[in-house]
Structure formats: C-alpha cells, structure tokens
C-alpha cells in the first residue's frame, strides 16, 4: 500500500527558510519521479517542483525558480522541498505525489508565510 507522509510545515517569515519532507513506503522509490503540489485557499491544485529518478533532473515552477530547491534521498525513501526567502503568496498546503504518475497524494502540510 502506497504512502507518502509529509513533514515540516509551519509558520515561516518571510525571508526565512523551511524545510518540507515526504516519506514514501509501500512501492520501490528508487525509479520514480516525485512531485510537490501546493494549494491555496480558494486556488487551484499546482505543481511547484518535481524531481526524476534519472540524474535527478528537476522542475521547477516559474514562481519559485530560485528560491526553492527539491531533492531527494533514495536511501531514505525521502523526497524535500528546501524553501528559502518564501513569500507571503507561498502560503498553501503543501502536498507530495508519486510515484510518478500513479495518483498517490500525501495527506498535506500546511505553510504559512507571515511576519
């Protein structure tokens, strides 16, 4: 049975710096591209970064080009999302995905910019 387990959320500055994280279990992670999605109050679901198993490539969304970076830990089943200098518009709940396109969500962590 597929999980993913996300971590790391909270109340951040902006400025500041976070760091989310999702352990996967129940499927071999190695080969697998895995994704982080945000939604915001009265927004739509939408990628913010996603990582492939070959080479770690990455993608990022325009808007957090630069400022937040993904990666991953195969030897712990682990996929992060390192948030520097966030915003106040970053402010979501923050959802992992995978394995690649397979449809398995985590349940959410919330990230709340503010001063």
């Known amino acids: 049975q597929v999980q993913l387990v996300e971590s790391g959320g909270g109340l951040v500055q902006p400025g500041g710096s976070l760091r989310l994280s999702c352990t996967a279990s129940g499927f071999t992670f190695r080969p697998y591209a895995m994704s982080w999605y945000r939604q915001a109050p009265g927004k739509e679901r939408e990628l913010v970064a996603r990582i492939f198993a070959a080479g770690g490539i990455t993608n990022y969304a325009d808007s957090v080009k630069g400022r937040f970076t993904i990666s991953r830990d195969n030897a712990k089943n682990t996929v992060y999302l390192q948030m520097n200098s966030p915003k106040p518009e970053d402010t979501a709940v923050y959802y992992c995905?995978?394995?690649?396109?397979?449809?398995?969500w985590g349940q959410g962590t919330q990230v709340t910019v503010s001063s």
């Open positions: 995905y995978g394995p690649g396109g397979l449809g398995y």
